[in-house]
């Protein structure tokens, strides 16, 4: 049984030293390769000087008044004339409006009442910069809610959407 253990620790210390001999153990260490020196750029040539072109002048714009405002984009969403669209999808509209934060708020107030929504009062928030309001019909699974953001003295940010309601 000796003479076995003996047979394999010796060739376990054989296959060992093939190993170290295989893997490079006694060689040198190599040395890290030397970064490749940057080419210098050939200067480009200088361009020829371009005549400007002459612009048409532009026609003079009619006043807005003379035109009624439509809608920025087609909408499901009910959005003020002046509305710039930044998101649309089928379940929300995103617009910046350049209306102060209480002509809005009567916008969405007026244009519920002509369309037989209620204002759903314990649902409305206005603070200072932010309001949010919500409007429904009776009997009906969903709602409109409409919140608005004040990004300056006559801009808002609106977010405008539908979502289910469970009070009848």
């Known amino acids: 049984m000796k003479r076995v253990n003996s047979i394999l620790v ?72 002046n509305a710039k669209i ?21 916008f969405y107030r007026d244009d519920a009442a002509a369309k037989g929504w209620t204002e759903y009062e314990l649902l409305t928030t206005i603070t200072d910069n932010v309001f949010s309001m919500a409007f429904r019909v009776p009997d009906q699974a969903e709602e409109l809610v409409v919140q608005g953001t004040v990004i300056a003295e006559d801009n808002l940010t609106l977010n405008v959407r539908y979502e289910e309601t469970d009070v009848n």
Request: with cysteine; glycine share 4%; net charge negative.
């Open 86 to 106: 930044v998101m649309s999808t089928d379940q929300l509209v995103i617009a910046s409006v350049d209306m102060s934060m209480e002509d809005t708020i009567k």
């Open 10 to 81: 010796i060739l376990a210390s054989l296959m060992l030293v093939a190993s170290l001999a295989a893997c490079g153990g006694g060689a040198q260490p190599t040395t890290a390769p030397e970064p490749a020196k940057p080419e210098a750029a050939e200067p480009t040539a200088v361009p020829e000087e371009v005549e400007p072109t002459e612009v048409p002048p532009a026609e003079p714009a009619a006043p807005a008044a003379e035109e009624p405002a439509a809608p920025a984009v087609d909408s499901k969403f009910p959005v003020p004339a």
